[in-house]
């Protein structure tokens, strides 16, 4: 008789558990995972570096980040080439535009400079292809200035904008 009384124990559980899968299936309908949010707003967000992407799989357009306690932002073209390159690696900042097919073989083109002193204003450098500096134009104290170079970086002609009397 206790054979007979355990099988049908188990044949109850197993019904029961065939008719609580069935009834679950029209009661509750299917579980969906739960998305984040797509447009919000947060006041103060903090990290070491932010990577900003079309898609989850493409390559950045844009990285925000830390280098040896310095800021820098890098923004890229649609296949990965880093064009402009914003540091704060001197004491006032500096901001770089590159030519070239990969960070390895790319060149200065522009490059922007906050004077290291004091009530001087700023200075532009343009580079060749040869990656030499072939224009400068740069503030001092009360003037600017204006210096021409030949393609291997020798100086050629130097302007200023003080007056001669």
Known sequence: MKTKERLLFMFLGGLLVIVGMVLGQ???GSAEAQTGSKNAFFETLTCNRLIVKRS???KPVAVIGTEERNGSMA???AIGQRRVLISG??????LFLFQGPDENQQK???QLTATKRESVGGRIKIYNSLGQEVVRIE???NDGAVVLKDRYGELGT???GRRQY
């Open 56 to 58: 989850r799989y493409s």
């Open 89 to 94: 690696a001197n004491k006032h900042g500096e």
């Open 108 to 110: 200065k083109t522009v």
């Open 158 to 160: 130097t302007m200023t």
């Open 139 to 141: 503030s001092d104290q």
């Open 75 to 77: 923004l890229y073209n």
């Open 26 to 28: 029209f009661v509750f």
